[in-house]
């Protein structure tokens, strides 16, 4: 099952094991509930649970799990990971990604050296803005088309153009 990551359980609400998820998901993700939900335990194995009940919640959302049935239960999954499956989202245009498709991507330069890899994305109103991680620095991608010329999922590489001053 192809999978991505949705999130980290921050914190377990109330007696009934309701748990309460930071979203890694953009705001304007649009899928489906899923049947089942993967939490990642300490050895890095994924798990699956049968999702009860999910509610949006800003940033975060709150699940309640069948197999949780109380706050001890719940108290342990705090700190694991949480993903999905893929299957859940909405397909996008041509063009638009979602952040897990960007994240690690490789980056090279249209000449074809390596500059680093996308470590984080984060939205600005204007556009969203990529966080490529090299070996010596920070670079800081807008992510216009005057800046990002290509970016190939598959194979998992964007192709940049510098601006002057980067």
């Known amino acids: 099952?192809?999978?991505?990551?949705?999130?980290?359980?921050?914190?377990?609400r109330g007696l009934h094991g309701c748990l309460k998820v930071l979203s890694y998901l953009e705001?304007?993700?649009?899928?489906?509930?899923?049947?089942f939900v993967y939490i990642e335990n300490i050895r890095g194995q994924k798990?699956?649970?049968?999702l009860k009940k999910i509610e949006k919640s800003g940033k975060a959302f709150f699940i309640e799990l069948e197999e949780i049935k109380?706050?001890?239960?719940?108290?342990?999954?705090?700190?694991?990971?949480i993903y999905w499956p893929k299957d859940t989202l909405k397909k996008l245009s041509p063009g638009e990604?979602?952040?897990?498709?960007?994240?690690?991507?490789?980056?090279?330069?249209e000449d074809g050296s390596?500059?680093?890899k996308i470590k984080s994305v984060f939205p600005t109103g204007?556009?969203?803005v990529y966080v490529c991680e090299g070996k010596n620095k920070e670079i800081l991608l807008p992510a216009i088309s005057d800046v990002i010329k290509k970016i190939d999922v598959d194979q998992?590489?964007?192709?940049v153009k510098i601006p002057d001053g980067l």
């Open 1 to 12: 099952m192809d999978l991505f990551e949705a999130g980290e359980i921050v914190k377990n």
């Open 27 to 35: 705001a304007k993700s649009n899928f489906s509930k899923p049947d």
């Open 47 to 50: 798990n699956p649970f049968r």
């Open 70 to 81: 109380d706050a001890d239960s719940a108290k342990d999954l705090v700190g694991c990971k």
């Open 97 to 109: 990604y979602y952040f897990h498709d960007i994240i690690g991507l490789d980056v090279f330069s």
């Open 114 to 116: 390596y500059i680093g």
């Open 126 to 128: 204007s556009n969203d």
């Open 156 to 159: 998992r590489v964007m192709t």
